[in-house]
């Protein structure tokens, strides 16, 4: 289905849409990747601390 050979015929969304809905979901999770990434490094920063309370 994903490459194109099979197409789903409860989707009605064009091949352009359903890249563009790819591309979305995928830059999400990398901004909440990098997010994860920043919040990490300063915890890591004030480890000597103990528990870090979110």
């Known amino acids: 289905m994903e490459s194109g050979a099979l197409n789903d015929p ?3 969304r064009s091949q352009t849409e359903k890249a563009l809905d ?4 995928t830059s999400g999770v990398d901004d ?3 997010r994860l990434k920043v919040e990490m490094a300063k915890d ?3 480890s000597g601390s103990g ?4």
């Open 44 to 46: 890591k920063g004030t």
């Open 51 to 54: 528990a870090s309370g979110s």
């Open 22 to 25: 790819d591309v979305r979901a």
């Open 32 to 34: 909440e990747l990098a």
């Open 10 to 12: 409860l989707d009605s």
